[in-house]
């Protein structure tokens, strides 16, 4: 049986301090990075269709669903976390590749 892949689909609704953002993706992309993560997407929307806002998105893949839980989880990223605290407000969503 073949695993799927994982994603992060991350949206930020409202950025509240730019500079704390920056400083939580100095540590967030190593952190994901040395978890397995591949950042594929990491831009404002060029376009936007059916009530789409024109956000930050970001999208990250792993090579299977389990490795994406466990990157949110690592100690790693949780420290990237507390680092961007209420900074900004955002939407992760931890979802299966479809195979």
């Not at 993560?37 to 999208?59: C, F, M, N, W, Y």
């Not at 420290?79 to 407000?89: M, W, Y």
Request: charged fraction near 35%; proline fraction near 2%; avoid cysteine.
């Amino acid at each position: 049986m073949k695993l799927s892949k994982g994603y992060w689909v991350v949206n930020y609704r409202k950025l509240n301090d730019p500079v704390r953002r920056e400083k939580y993706a100095e540590l967030g992309v190593p952190a994901v990075v040395a978890a397995g993560g591949r950042v594929l997407v990491r831009e404002i929307a060029d376009e936007v269709r059916e009530q789409g806002l024109k956000e930050r998105t970001v999208i990250i893949e792993f090579s299977t669903y389990e490795e994406a839980l466990a990157a949110y989880d690592s100690d790693a990223y949780k420290q990237a976390l507390d680092v961007l605290g209420d900074a900004a407000e955002r939407d992760l969503r931890i979802v299966r590749g479809f195979e």
